[in-house]
């Protein structure tokens, strides 16, 4: 399974950018796919959830200004951010849970938000 993430770069703040993460190896429409994200000197956290059933989650912080989709015939999760912050600045990395509970990571992509 390869989890393929793409689309970070350099945005002032108050600007959009759209992530995107192509699994391949894998049948994709039956798993949970999920944006984390980690700062620098901080802990990994958790961003947004697209399930398998159709359902999103959000975190508090994202909450309005991000959106997860997922186009399960190409195989790939957007992470669409609007109305970016400095502190959204991170390495975002998507993830992919299978029913069976097993996880995946892609490798990351860096989210820079200048002021």
């Known amino acids: 399974v390869q989890l393929q993430a793409s689309g970070g770069g350099l945005v002032q703040a108050g600007g959009s950018l759209r992530l995107s993460c192509t699994a391949s190896g894998i049948i994709f429409n039956i798993n949970d796919m999920a944006w984390h994200r980690q700062a620098p000197g901080k802990q990994r956290e958790l961003v947004a959830v697209s399930s398998s059933s159709g359902s999103t989650y959000y975190t508090d912080f994202v909450k309005g200004r991000f959106t997860v989709s997922r186009d399960n015939a190409k195989n790939t999760v957007f992470l669409e951010m609007n109305s970016l912050k400095p502190e959204d600045t991170a390495i975002y990395y998507c993830?992919?849970?299978?029913?069976?509970?097993?996880?995946?990571w892609g490798q990351g992509t860096l989210v820079t938000v200048s002021s």
């Open positions: 993830n992919l849970k299978t029913p069976k509970f097993l996880t995946y």
